[in-house]
């Protein structure tokens, strides 16, 4: 048992010394791991080369949504979504008290009466009264398109911008919330064509281009081209095709492209074409009216696109 003991203290010794001999610039970052709890550790050596973590949770446990909700203490998380970033206490509309007791008739007035002055002096100038009517614009605008959250996020901040920049002035409330929506659209590459946003929109689809256009400019929002192989799979969708022609469609896209086709097309009639083409190749046959209708564009497009789009592949009778 002392021999056992002995030895096993001799081989922490030379681990130690084999530990204290590493130099921590010549660790390779490929041999470096991190744990389930947060520590750095030297695979080879086993040495430990970050164990000070911060453990930014909370001090107490739980184990169902329930009580994760009862031992809370904080709100939900800031928003730039919300004109007030969601700091500002907001009054329940139930006439309850905290024991689920309904109100009297004069607590129910007076309650009343405090959400109505709530709701005014969440708003103290025409500035916060602006952006509270504009973001929820975007909201609205965002929930019809179905856009994930982080699109939001993205049109608000842009929104926030412009108005910081004095670039409402002169121009409707609506149509820069659009403009920063589709922007924010085109920035997290969600595919959303003008004509999509002009339909839950209250502004007509040229000032949207326009307004667009303008802020984009002013607030030096670098935009990436959009690639129609994005809209390939929500149109494809639509039309209740297979990933056989989806996969064609987009083959005819970047064989297109390479050839210089794509420049001054509009991506959506490009990726319509295409669709079309690879549905008559794939035998999935799709009229011009029904793909159109999808890509909200028109059939003189598709049938342009579709011509330049075969003969580039060689597949022109």
């Known amino acids: 048992m002392t021999r056992s003991t002995r030895q096993r203290a001799d081989s922490e010794t030379q681990h130690d010394e084999g530990d204290a001999e590493i130099d921590l610039d010549d660790v390779d970052p490929e041999d470096v791991v991190r744990t389930s709890d947060g520590e750095l550790i030297h695979e080879e050596t086993g040495l430990i ?3 000070d973590q911060i453990d930014r949770g909370p001090e107490w446990r739980a184990f169902t949504h329930s009580e994760r909700q009862d031992k809370s203490r904080v709100g939900a998380p800031t928003t730039k979504t919300m004109h007030d970033k969601g700091l500002t206490t907001t009054i329940d509309w139930k006439n309850e008290d905290a024991y689920g007791r309904s109100l009297s008739s004069e607590k129910r007035s007076q309650m009343h009466r405090l959400r109505k002055w709530q709701e005014r002096i969440r708003t103290k100038d025409a500035g916060e009264r602006n952006l509270q009517f504009a973001l929820s614009e975007v909201d609205r605008m965002a929930s019809a398109m179905g856009v994930p959250r982080a699109v939001r996020e993205v049109a608000s901040v842009i929104y926030r911008q412009a108005l910081n920049e004095d670039l409402i002035r002169g121009r409707s409330i609506e149509g820069v919330s659009t403009a920063a929506l589709y922007a924010a659209c085109r920035k997290e590459g969600i595919p959303r064509s003008l004509e999509e946003i002009a339909e839950v929109s209250r502004v007509e689809r040229k000032e949207i281009g326009r307004t667009y256009r ?3 400019q002013e607030l030096g929002l670098e935009m990436r081209p959009v690639d129609p192989k994005k809209y390939v799979p929500r149109f494809s969708s639509q039309l ?3 990933e056989e022609v989806q996969a064609k469609a987009k083959e005819i896209i970047d064989t297109t492209a390479e ?11 490009f990726a319509a074409a295409a669709i079309y083409a690879a549905s008559l190749l794939c035998n999935q046959k799709k009229t011009q009216r029904e793909v159109a209708d999808v890509a909200q564009v028109t059939e003189v497009t598709i049938r342009n696109r579709y011509q330049e789009q075969i003969e580039a592949m060689g597949l022109s009778e």
């Open 49 to 51: 080369l970050e164990d």
């Open 214 to 216: 303008y802020i984009s």
């Open 259 to 269: 050839q210089g086709l794509l420049s001054g097309k509009s991506p959506t009639g």
């Open 240 to 242: 209740d095709l297979s």
